[in-house]
């Protein structure tokens, strides 16, 4: 549906493992493309992470991620669904005597989305900061400590292990790996790091290594929503919260007047494993809140960035939805001066062709040139200046006001990540000649222009992840990728 109410997330821990794990696998190997989130115990010095040398940026992450550890992973397993054949309920009609096949400008998904609680085996930094953050918006520390998934980070070694033999988060990153599927994060570069660092192998030295290693690790291609937010959207903000509500929004018009939208359904559980499930609500209201907008002073950092230093103690607003319906209601703002002024322009127009009328009778009353073709009647020149009210009427339907989502788990961030790249490539993405339906990411002529560009923030350019011909890849992923080959060509 182009809307939706409710996001099941299956929540993921040591005690459930086992029962969820033959799914989470094939939701895995099935998908589309996968949409990654992590939580994380602490940043680190933040002016490091902006380090104006991208090589001096890489090393300042890779100590903090050998440093802290992810404390939760999300997972939103996005699959596309072939066009239906039954015609009769695909073929709309758009209300000007044309009809347009629904087949085309759907693009229907079934989505599985896990949220895994991890626990590192080894000491890690726990920053106060990102503490409080987490549990402002809901994060459980209990469950986290006392049921997370076990993992050791670095190389492979047996430490970690569960019970029955298997390192399942490690395991994971693993399988991702191998299912040679898209991955798509957002704001992607610090994750990746983490992600490397804690569930595949000891950190490469060199940015061109880790380049080289992930090019190879993901040879589907990474896509990072924070850079086509930003360079291909053109998005005012880009950070997660706002740019799935505006792509949410956005959905829900595109839908109604006959565009390119993306249709989510997710998948039907069974009594058992609906007690791992948890709903988080997302959907959208029925009336704008305008009139609240004065009421009320918008954080204009959060706003801007999506942070703010003060958290819930700051005394101005940090609602997305209000944000967004600001931003509309300086478009409809716009809209009606700029109808004013056409008004105004009209008038001056019509003195204007009335002068130039008068003129023209008086020259068609002289004698006419030889050759001339003489007027036998006269244009007309009667104006419809818009009603300013009709148009902002007209605008304010397009208007899609959105309620605030519960909770903060990487489960449901990895969704949003998912469902914003879900969005833009229905928006962007156009099938490739030759190919009569879109199957993969790579059919919708996107690749080229949008994947393996990570953001860099501060930086008008993005990070290219590719093999590079003056470094090679890192000992441990060669040696690592090598076993990896040889296990599933066995199988």
């Known amino acids: 549906m182009a809307e939706f109410h409710e996001v099941p997330v299956v929540e993921v821990n040591c005690e459930n493992i086992r029962e969820i794990w033959p799914g989470l696998l094939l939701a895995i190997k099935t998908s589309t493309f996968i949409a990654i989130d992590t939580e994380l115990s602490g940043l680190g010095e933040r002016r490091q992470l ?3 040398s991208i090589d001096d940026r890489y090393k300042a992450i890779g100590d903090v991620a050998k440093s802290r550890s992810i404390i939760a992973l999300g997972l939103s397993c996005f699959k596309l669904q072939p066009r239906s054949s039954d015609r009769r309920e695909e073929v709309v009609d758009n209300g000007d005597g044309r009809r347009n096949d629904r087949r085309s400008l759907c693009m229907k998904f079934v989505v599985q989305t896990f949220n895994l609680f991890t626990l590192s085996n080894e000491s890690y930094v726990v920053e106060p900061l990102s503490l409080r953050f987490l549990v402002e918006h809901g994060f459980d520390f209990n469950l986290q400590y006392a049921k997370g998934l076990p993992y050791a980070s670095g190389n492979d070694r047996p430490s970690a292990k569960a019970d029955d033999g298997i390192e399942y988060v490690r395991q994971l990153f693993v399988e991702i790996a191998v299912s040679r599927v898209p991955v798509v994060l957002h704001n992607a570069l610090v994750d990746l790091i983490f992600l490397y660092q804690s569930f595949y192998a000891t950190l490469p030295p060199t940015l061109t290594s880790f380049s080289t290693d992930l090019s190879q690790i993901f040879s589907e291609g990474i896509y ?4 086509i937010a930003e360079f291909k959207a053109h998005l005012q903000a880009s950070f997660l919260e706002y740019s799935f509500r505006k792509c949410q929004r956005g959905n829900c018009v595109q ?6 939208y993306v249709d989510i359904s997710f998948l039907a559980y069974n009594e058992s494993m609906l007690l791992n499930v948890v709903l988080l609500t997302c959907g959208l209201k029925d009336q704008p809140c305008h009139r ?11 706003a801007a960035h999506g942070w703010c230093a003060s958290g819930a103690k700051c005394p101005n607003s940090h609602d997305v939805d209000m944000i967004l319906d600001s931003e509309e ?5 716009k809209k009606e001066k700029r109808t004013k002024k056409n008004k105004r322009k009209d008038s001056v127009d019509l ?3 009335s002068v130039e009328m008068s003129e023209r009778d008086g020259a068609m009353r002289s004698p006419e040139p030889k050759g001339c073709v003489e007027l036998t009647s006269e244009p007309s020149y009667e104006q419809q200046p818009c009603d300013v009210e009709d148009v902002t009427k007209n605008a304010a339907k397009k208007l899609v006001p959105v309620s605030r989502c519960g909770g903060h788990r990487a489960g449901f961030d990895a969704f949003m990540t998912g469902y914003i790249f879900a969005s833009f490539l229905a928006k962007f993405g156009r099938v490739k000649d030759g190919v009569t339906e879109g199957r993969t990411v790579g059919d919708f002529g996107v690749a080229e222009e949008l994947s393996n560009r990570v953001y860099l923030g501060g930086k008008d350019f993005p990070l290219q992840i590719a093999s590079s011909n003056f470094s090679k890849p890192s000992k441990s992923h060669l040696e690592k990728w090598e076993r990896l080959q040889s296990c599933s060509a066995a199988d």
């Open 50 to 52: 902006f380090a104006k």
């Open 292 to 302: 609240d907008i004065g009421k009320t002073t918008l954080c204009q950092n959060f």
């Open 255 to 260: 839908s109604s007047q006959r565009m390119p």
């Open 329 to 333: 209601l300086v478009i409809l703002k």
């Open 224 to 227: 990072d929503t924070k850079y």
């Open 351 to 353: 003195q204007d062709i």
